[in-house]
């Protein structure tokens, strides 16, 4: 999985957050994507929701935290999240996306193979934000890895495949934005009438399928 930035020597901290939740604050994206899978593997009762983030997890409580749930949170080693083959979502694209060629520039590959290493890796949900149903894709190597458009556009269509940083995503809904477009789905990722309305949920396998069939 590609890895974000580390702070050497980082440890976790816990810190409150309002009356009824807490903040962990993780050492990197890895060690919240794994301390995420152990806290759904190891439950705690007081805790009733877990928010991810890039590099923390926001905890809704019921109560307090019992000093063994602490240590847990501070101390428990980060479990990598388990893969299962058979729960992948997969987003069919057609890769046409007005930023393709520059995506290929700066990745100094051919538009074909930045599909290719698109398409040829699976990538995880980290967490969710942005706008509703709006996901935040960790893939397994860094070769994508471009930053964000110098301009963002002030209209993006709903369904547009995008990438940013180490991100990839799909923008759920028309609006504003800047990551790197390099193609679109019809696919819904946010419907009310579904449940959940977001389709993609932390911890959640995707794989991009090339719709033209292209390598």
Same mark, same amino acid.
């Given at each position: 999985? +590609?890895? *974000?930035?580390?702070? &050497? ?9 309002? $009356?009824?939740?807490? %903040?962990? @604050? ?52 980060? +479990?990598? *999240?388990?893969?299962? &083959? ?9 890769? $046409?996306?007005?930023? %393709?060629? @520059? ?54 269509? *709903? ?57």
């Amino acid at each position: 999985m +590609a890895q *974000p930035d580390r702070a &050497p020597g980082h440890r976790r901290r816990l810190l409150p957050y309002g $009356d009824s939740a807490a %903040l962990v @604050e993780c050492a990197d994206l890895a060690d919240a994507l794994g301390l995420h899978a152990t806290l759904r593997s190891r439950r705690c009762p007081e805790i009733v929701e877990i928010v991810p983030g890039a590099r923390s997890l926001l905890l809704r409580l019921s109560g307090p935290l019992t000093p063994a749930s602490q240590s847990l949170l501070l101390e428990a080693p980060a +479990a990598a *999240p388990a893969a299962d &083959p058979t729960e992948v979502v997969v987003i069919e694209t057609s890769y $046409d996306g007005e930023d %393709l060629a @520059e995506v290929a520039r700066l990745s100094r590959m051919t538009p074909a193979a930045v599909v290719a290493a698109h398409t040829g890796q699976l990538w995880t949900v980290a967490f969710c934000g942005f706008a509703p149903g709006f996901a935040y894709l960790v893939g397994e190597h860094d070769r994508l890895r471009v930053p964000r458009r110098t301009t963002p556009r002030t209209r993006v269509p *709903p369904g547009a495949v995008g990438l940013a940083d180490h991100w990839s995503g799909v923008y759920p809904r028309e609006g504003p934005g800047g990551w790197q477009l390099i193609g679109r789905t019809d696919l819904a990722l946010w419907d009310l009438d579904r449940s959940p309305a977001a389709l993609l949920q932390p911890g959640t396998r995707v794989r991009f399928s090339d719709r033209a069939g292209a390598p």
